[in-house]
DNA sequence: GGTCACTGGTACCCAAAGGGAACTACGATG
DNA sequence: CATCGTAGTTCCCTTTGGGTACCAGTGACC
């Protein structure tokens, strides 16, 4: 298992494996976002965006452009009247979206238990 | 659930909330990597260093900072001779481990399923 | 026919982060 | 006195992230 293109076991700790790659690519804010916004179906680029609040175009465009060279997401082009462009999740990129549920689940789940003061935006608080 | 100091359901994607500041702390390659190299007990600055091949101590020192910052790593001083430095886990950075470790295991179980020529760097490569 | 909006971007620019090499402080050791 | 090892810090440069503005193509609207 695991010993193909270096020719050893594949190491995400290992400067030199693709793995560091791929865990960069993955461990990434707006890729994990994105592809969750993916997890239920074929999204366009106004719906992502959407979604990925606070996202900027030129990142949004950059991170699905990433995702797709590394066969994660599928770019589909429909040459409708307003234009109409479809991204989807392709099998890997469906596998990849559980590790990356689970953390933001954990984040979710989990965030109360953070040193509040650091973390919770002064603008963005409590219903007092 | 999750429905605290902000006063509505925490949602990694609204950008308000504090869950989308943790999920960028913790959706990063050196700090997945770093809580990775504690997942088995304490460890020295260097130990660590030479775990995360090819970080540089700068950028060490800020993910371990940061990663203390927000209570998932404790840094404990040994004013020891050559002086002694460790850094463990905290319970709430043991649990942030668990996804983190599934998603580090599946990028290592999948890479071979990603399209190979952009992924491997020809420098690093196979034994040929 | 000129203008508007709607979609899915790109171009330009700046700030922040990443990353490398060198340097510091501390005392022990040779 | 010079050197070593530890745990960084400092400087500098390159890369990346990110925001704003703007563009293209088309149909609808006035």
Redesign the pocket.
């Known amino acids: 298992m695991a010993t193909t293109s270096c020719g050893k076991p594949h190491d995400v700790y290992a400067?030199a494996c693709p793995c560091r790659d791929m865990l960069?690519l993955l461990a990434?804010?707006?890729s994990a976002l994105a592809l969750g916004a993916l997890e239920d179906g074929p999204r366009?680029?106004?719906?992502i965006?959407a979604k990925l609040e606070?996202?900027?175009?030129?990142?949004?465009?950059?991170?699905?452009?990433?995702l797709e060279e590394h066969g994660l997401v599928d770019?589909t082009?429909?040459p409708a009247?307003?234009?109409?462009?479809?991204?989807s999740l392709t099998p890997l990129g469906q596998d990849a979206c559980e590790p990356l549920a689970l953390l933001r689940r954990w984040v979710v789940d989990n965030i109360d238990r953070f040193p509040g003061p650091v973390l919770s935006d002064p603008t963005a608080n409590v219903g007092v």
Not at 44 to 47: L, P, W
């Open positions: 400067a960069d990434n804010k707006w366009r680029f106004g719906a965006r606070g996202v900027s175009p030129k990142v949004l465009t950059a991170t699905l452009r990433r770019r082009v429909y009247v307003p234009l109409h462009v479809e991204y």
